[in-house]
């Protein structure tokens, strides 16, 4: 019996590996199972594809292959940019800047270092998801160590104007981040151009292996005027420039390395292949749904990214209703959580409850096809449909 289709429509949360990325690591499994600390010739083997692949990905950022460190995810890379540089600074200041909208990566450190020692201003955002620049410059303090501002949301996909926010920084000499976990490998990203100090990414959105992230860190770590800017928040051996202690996951990062060559190679196709596809499914739904309305910047926003509310119904039921129809989507209101509240991105873009909680979040990737959107689109039509029918919501009106 043959398997039934799933269209996969959740590149957002998380991407299939590209079979040519697990053909790399397998064999790398098999033949470069050194510990690339080692000195013999097994480790040495393994150390020379360790540095072959910070090459081949820093390529993708145009930066130094000696300011890469790996980490094991998007999520440990955000958490060093955010204490790394509160605990290196706290002579210097103790106000960090952020947005609204950040993952929980990033809000959740913020957090928890808020009035524990630290200041953090939460910038507004507008109806797309943009944070408005001035805002930003005043916001700006002599406390100010560090702004961190996503390159683009995961959510609503709104890109926000990273090379302007990398200018002010630069300007007031503050440490730039950014989380650049959805953008790293969909759209171009250079780290020069942009003012950027510090970058996550992580390689389990582009087709490579879930457990493997990375931080840039410009200059090593190191800023005219402020000099040494970060600090590790984990101790043991010196492995990743004494910034990120244990023995490196070296098959994993030529997997890395191999999806972050394939994106190189495939970006521009495929960004406009993907925007084709969204586009299609946005106007489609907006044309042929009535209550109906996008999220996220109409744009300025990810090639692949389709956020849409619908009134009167839940976005869970959406979700689990495309499943049984062999269709994975995802909902707005309960993101990485399976919790119900509704999503902090979309009540920050002016939402009401409710309005967060009837949205669903599509996210094509390098294997969806037309006839994957169009067998979507029949079956969402028939489940709004459906779900209205029976919603109390809506007879109410
Ligand atoms: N930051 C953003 C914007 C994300 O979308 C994600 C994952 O969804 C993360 C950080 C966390 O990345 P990871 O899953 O590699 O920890």
Redesign the pocket.
Known sequence: MSEKKYVYLDY??TTPMDPRVIEEIYNHFKETYGNSSSLHSIGQKAGKLLEDSRNTIAKLLNADRQDIIFTS????S?NIAITGVALQNMERGNHIITSTIE?H??ENPCKQWDKRGLEVTFLPVNKYGLINLDDLENAINDKTILISI?FA??EIGTIEPIKEIGAIAKEHNIIFHT?A??AFGKVPIDVEEMNIDLL?A?A??IYGPKGI?LLYMKNKGIKKGIGRYIRPIMWGGGHEKDMRPSTVAVPLIAGFAKAAELAKEEMSLEAQRQTKLRDKIINWILENIDDASLNGHPTQRLPNNINVSFKYIEGESIVLDLDMEGIGVSTGSAC?SKSLEPSHVLLAIGLKPEEAHGSMRATVGRFTTEDDIDFFLQKLLKIIERLRKISPLKRKV
């Open positions: 957002a949360a995810s998007g999520t440990e955000d993952h990566a990033i996503m949301n995961n989380d976990v959805q996550s992580s389990h959105k992230g990485s």
